[in-house]
């Protein structure tokens, strides 16, 4: 109870500890022995199951037929100090803060199947992804189809029909049949990639993701927990 209250709603430590009636370091010592429990939980499904492995969910995705949605979300941490080696690694060109990435990879649903590949918010989506081995996965898996955003042009250019991407930018001056068309087809792939983007909101509802304020090499951890959590609740709807 302890460690679902401190990742659900941030509460710290020493109010933890008035609140429960115990000490300080009984309240850090819990949380550091069950949040790891809970971050190798691994994502249900409704057959009892759990996707632990970005491997897991391809393998599960090619024999059930399921349709994968990919997208990336960055959580803001503390900067790291003066002088630190890889101090701007954290610094996200797309918000200009300090943030960590995750990956998020959820069904038509929008249940939680996998979220890793956690690095320095510098580094690209793409680039995150394929560091997982996501290339390899798509090769061995050639019926899986994976839905993501325009941050992912690069992997769907190396496996196209099987990664789908909004479609590119016209160029200024084409016909208005053609806008038309564009923006057909760019909302269309919009609301079928959608449901990841529900998932990434489930984990922000979580006061530790909003932002993360304790030590960066406990954000993994931090994350998978609450991602694990999160898609037990998913498959009981």
Request: aromatic share 6%; glycine share 8%; hydrophobic share 45%.
């Amino acid at each position: 109870m302890i460690t679902l209250a401190h990742l659900r709603l941030g509460v710290p430590h020493e109010a933890l500890a008035v609140a429960f009636g115990v000490d300080r370091s009984t309240v850090t010592r819990a949380i550091g022995q069950v949040r790891p429990l809970l971050a190798g939980r691994g994502f249900a499904r409704p057959s009892g199951v759990r996707l632990r492995t970005l491997a897991d969910v391809f393998a599960y995705a090619a024999a059930e037929g399921v349709t994968l949605r990919l997208d990336a979300t960055e959580i803001r941490v503390r900067r790291p100090r003066v002088g630190r080696p890889g101090r701007k690694a954290f610094v996200s060109g797309k918000v200009k803060q300090n943030t960590i990435k995750a990956t998020v990879v959820a069904d038509e649903y929008g249940a939680t199947l996998w979220c890793g590949g956690h690095r320095p918010g510098r580094m690209h989506d793409t680039t995150a992804a394929r560091v997982e081995g996501i290339d390899a996965l798509l090769d061995a898996h050639p019926q899986v189809t994976v839905l993501v955003d325009a941050g992912y042009q690069g992997l769907a250019k190396a496996h196209p029909g099987q990664v789908v991407a909004p479609p590119l930018k016209l160029r200024p001056g084409a016909p208005p049949a053609r806008q038309t068309a564009w923006e057909a087809e760019r909302k269309q792939q919009s609301s079928q990639r959608i449901p990841v983007e529900h998932a990434i909101a489930e984990l922000k509802w979580w006061r530790q993701l909003q932002r993360f304020t304790g030590r960066r090499e406990l954000l993994a951890e931090t994350i998978d927990a609450v991602a694990g959590l999160v898609s037990d609740r998913m498959i009981t709807w």
